[in-house]
């Protein structure tokens, strides 16, 4: 009788990604958003000195794009790595949840980042067209790349920002930094007794 032979590739993991790394990214991503929010409540406020009173206004304008560039950035990472290396990430964190937060923040990727990141380069600035932020107000069309406020929700360009907190919050419930560490102990017991259950070639 023919025996047999085990391909020892068979069931190997090609490729990990750290699932700390990727619960830095979600909980920074909430973060930043959430400190966001508490500038635009008043419930955190800046605190410069006399002499920069008359410039309190632009820095506190400056702080917040800064956190939402923070917010559109990690967040469009994110996704880029949910959908271009699902595989690898779906070893350290439920698939459903994966494919769940990738769907629900894809506007960021089809809407906003790609018009951040490319939309100065030689023949691209022109293709942006505004496009309207709210019905209720068709005078106010911007394009994908500025922040705003209408009626105290805040938009990039005419992409709602808070739905996309609220699937990165419920993200971060599985993967994010502290769960996280979790999943890392445990993937990396799972490439432990891998390794040792791994038949030697013959």
């Known amino acids: 009788m023919k025996r047999q032979k085990i391909d020892p590739k068979a069931n190997e993991i090609k490729a990990i990604i750290d699932p700390v790394a990727i619960g830095q990214l979600v909980s920074q991503a909430c973060r930043s958003f959430e400190l966001l929010e508490r500038f635009h409540d008043g419930s955190v406020t800046l605190s410069p000195s006399y002499s920069e009173q008359e410039g309190y206004e632009d ?9 939402v560039t923070d917010f559109v950035f990690l967040v469009a990472r994110l996704h880029r790595l949910c959908e271009n290396f699902e ?4 070893l350290a964190f439920p698939a459903d949840a ?7 923040v894809k506007p960021i990727r089809d809407k906003v980042r790609n ?3 490319h939309a100065l380069e030689p023949g691209a600035w022109s293709k942006l067209e505004p496009e309207v932020v709210t019905p209720s107000i068709p005078e106010l069309a911007l394009d994908q790349r500025w ?3 209408v009626n105290g929700v805040p938009f990039m360009g005419n992409v709602k920002l808070r739905p996309i ?6 993200f971060e419930k599985v993967a994010g930094y502290l769960p996280a560490h ?3 102990r445990e993937l990396f017991a799972k490439l432990s007794q891998t390794k040792m259950e791994k038949p030697e070639a013959s």
């Open 98 to 104: 994966i494919r769940k937060f990738r769907d629900a």
């Open 147 to 149: 922040f705003s406020r």
């Open 165 to 170: 907190y609220q699937a990165t919050k419920e």
């Open 182 to 184: 979790k999943a890392r």
């Open 115 to 117: 018009a951040i990141e």
């Open 59 to 67: 820095l506190k304008i400056t702080c917040e794009r800064a956190l």
């Open 87 to 90: 595989q690898a990430v779906s």
